[in-house]
């Protein structure tokens, strides 16, 4: 599978890096990088072809990942159009909707991919919607592309990628937030830095390990470690006292309006 990246930019290379390191021949690796420092770093770090220049690297693909950012992801698929021969294309921008792309590149072999920036080690979750147009060869493709950097969840409707969008992609920032704050009470109480951090990062890894090897949902867990009257119920009447969990809630619901929004905004000609 010979595969184009367009954009050269973190997630292109978690990507590229995790292709590398599931066996990917860097020879069937290709990037377009208009940055120059960028496509250094890519021949340096993957030895893969890195160019300014679409033509030839679209020339032998099979694939072409759009890495680009969403405000500029129309102007490189009018660039693309008259260069396109059947490659399929999927793109990770978020909130521009396949139909837009498929307009502006003339091929509905389009599948539209959302991962998360633990992509980055190779611990991310991609959604992933595919026009109808899209045969099973083209998904199996894509899906071994996403599945280099983790795991990944295929949507019937492509509107469950705001949703998506919104749990999964912004979701590290919202572990990130809650991180910081227990860190901060941490040094409030006591503890330098360094053990302030451990104490907190610990925590999280723990708690996520043990939910993902449990079959209970995180509420029985929650309360199998809530004794009556003990420190634990204190912090989590706290946390209800706030509206903690509404608040969070609030707040996914408002990251899938804002990616809706981007579609309507950056999806017209």
Not at 95 to 107: N, Q, V
Not at 174 to 189: H, T
Not at 231 to 239: H, I, K, V, Y
Request: charged share 20%; net charge negative; with cysteine.
């Amino acid at each position: 599978m010979n595969i184009c990246f367009i954009g050269g930019g973190n997630m292109a290379t978690a990507l590229i890096g995790g292709l590398l390191k599931r066996g990917h021949a860097m020879t069937h690796l290709r990037a377009v990088e208009i940055n120059a420092d960028n496509r250094k770093r890519l021949h340096l770090d993957f030895g893969i072809r890195a160019t300014d220049e679409l033509e030839p690297a679209l020339a032998h693909s099979e694939v072409v990942v759009l890495a680009v950012k969403p405000q500029q992801l129309r102007e490189v698929a009018l660039q693309l159009a008259p260069l396109l021969s059947g490659q399929l294309l999927i793109s990770i921008a978020a909130g521009i909707r396949a139909g837009d792309i498929a307009r502006w590149t003339g091929t509905r072999n389009v599948v539209r991919a959302m991962p998360n920036t633990p992509a980055l080690i190779r611990s991310g979750v991609s959604g992933l919607y595919a026009m109808e147009e899209v045969g099973e060869e083209q998904r199996r493709m894509a899906q071994q592309i996403l599945m280099a950097v983790g795991s990944t969840l295929w949507l019937e409707e492509e509107a469950m990628l705001d949703a998506v969008t919104a749990v999964s992609g912004t979701g590290p920032a919202y572990v990130f937030y809650f991180i910081e704050a227990l860190q901060q009470a941490a040094r409030e109480l006591g503890f330098n830095e360094e053990d302030a951090r451990r104490l907190t990062l610990d925590t999280f890894l723990g708690a996520t390990k043990l939910a993902d090897s449990s079959a209970d949902d995180a509420s029985v867990l929650r309360a199998r470690v809530t004794s009556k009257n003990g420190t634990t119920e204190r912090a989590l009447l706290s946390m209800e006292t706030h509206c903690v969990k509404q608040h969070v809630i609030a707040a996914v619901h408002a990251a899938a309006g804002r990616a809706k929004e981007m579609g309507d905004e950056l999806g017209g000609d």
